[in-house]
């Protein structure tokens, strides 16, 4: 079974920045797109970003365009979120999805989840 492997969150202050990382277990493991969601206490799973592993294409919530980046590293099997400008409003656990079609922003029918990484983004 294929886990997705996050590290990188954390706590930051208002204006900071966090690089989030996540990485296939399997070298083998080769998912059509990934990436990011977070739900903050309660609130709803919202979507953060997304990136076909071809890098062709990337995708955005508008309430972090400008500020996040997502990246990948086909050799590492890894995908990336530069969280930059960060806000209180930011605060949320993130959790990294892989998809072998694409990623859903709605967050339905997602193929596999990461267990979450804590962001808290002091005032």
């Known amino acids: 079974q294929v886990q997705l492997v996050e590290s990188g969150g954390g706590l930051v202050r208002t204006g900071g920045s966090l690089r989030l990382s996540c990485a296939a277990s399997?070298?083998?493991?080769?998912?059509?797109?990934m990436g990011w969601f977070r739900q903050a206490p309660g609130k709803e799973r919202e979507f953060v970003a997304a990136?076909?592993?071809?890098?062709?294409?990337?995708y955005y919530a508008d309430s972090v365009k400008g500020r996040f980046t997502i990246s990948r590293d086909i050799a590492k099997n890894t995908v990336y979120l530069q969280m930059n400008s960060l806000k209180p409003e930011d605060t949320a656990v993130y959790y990294c999805a892989a998809d072998f079609g694409s990623i859903d922003p709605s967050g339905h029918g997602i193929d596999y989840w990461g267990q979450g990484t804590q962001v808290t983004v002091s005032s």
């Open positions: 990136i076909r592993w071809s890098g062709s294409s990337a």
């Open positions: 399997e070298r083998t493991f080769s998912a059509n797109a």
